[in-house]
Antibody, heavy 126, light 108 residues
Framework: QITLKESGPTLVKPTQTLTLTCTFSGFSLSTSGVGVGWIRQPPGKALEWLALIYWDDDKRYSPSLKSRLTITKDTSKNQVVLTMTNMDPVDTATYYC??????????????????WGQGTLVTVSS | SYELTQPPSVSVSPGQTARITCSGD??????AYWYQQKPGQAPVLVIYKDSERPSGIPERFSGSSSGTTVTLTISGVQAEDEADYYCQSADSSGTFSVFGGGTKLTVL
């Protein structure tokens, strides 16, 4: 059974850096095709994909947030860490991590998120 | 940036069929995925690779694809199906993931 859980601060001040940790079990990030992604959801709004990291350390970032995001993995600890710099009140959201799989078809790849962690609400306020 | 477009809301009576669409230019080249999210809960995958159903998802959930539009169909809608539904796919190169804006399904 795959489980994931997000941890980190619930409140950050504007301009600060947010560091979130995803701790997982039931799979290994050293297994080919496996990855972990981060997705956020502002209150009452839609899901927004942020970043993901694959078993081979391939890292992908949302083009609109790439300059502010860093994703890393610690395979021995079964953890993935996401940092987001220069936090703003508009970054207030529930942040989710999720297990993902990379599937190649032809010359392209596809991935989906399943399952997800329970999410953690991060509020940005002074 | 690449976008997926969903209708904000769909309403159906119990027992009827609900259809939720998702449109995007890269959908002919990329698979689509569907998630169900109930209030206060994390999203749950209900359809993968356009039309495959994960184990544990009721048979009334199905997916289809035609050109630049994918559709989630819920046959014989039940009250418990009332939720937000999101499509997810990738840009044409498969590099970046993207979610649609979500559709609120109301069971009348």
């Amino acid at each position: 059974q795959i489980t994931l859980k997000e941890s980190g601060p619930t409140l950050v001040k504007p301009t600060q850096t947010l560091t979130l940790t995803c701790t997982f079990s039931g799979f290994s990030l050293s297994t080919s095709g496996v990855g972990v992604g981060w997705i956020r959801q502002p209150p009452g709004k839609a899901l927004e994909w942020l970043a993901l990291i694959y078993w081979d350390d391939d890292k992908r970032y949302s083009p609109s947030l790439k300059s502010r995001l860093t994703i890393t993995k610690d395979t021995s600890k079964n953890q993935v860490v996401l940092t987001m710099t220069n936090m703003d009140p508009v970054d207030t959201a529930t942040y989710y991590c999720a297990h993902t799989r990379l599937l190649w078809f032809g010359e392209s790849g596809t991935n989906w998120f399943d399952p997800w962690g329970q999410g953690t609400l991060v509020t940005v306020s002074s | 940036s690449y976008e997926l477009t969903q209708p904000p809301s769909v309403s159906v009576s119990p027992g009827q069929t609900a259809r939720i669409t998702c449109s995007g230019d890269a959908l002919p080249k990329q698979y689509a995925y569907w998630y169900q999210q109930k209030p206060g809960q994390a999203p749950v995958l209900v359809i993968y690779k356009d039309s495959e159903r994960p184990s544990g998802i009721p048979e009334r959930f199905s997916g289809s694809s035609s050109g630049t539009t994918v559709t989630l169909t819920i046959s014989g809608v039940q009250a418990e199906d009332e939720a937000d539904y999101y499509c997810q796919s990738a840009d044409s190169s498969g590099t970046f993931s993207v979610f649609g804006g979500g559709t609120k399904l109301t069971v009348l």
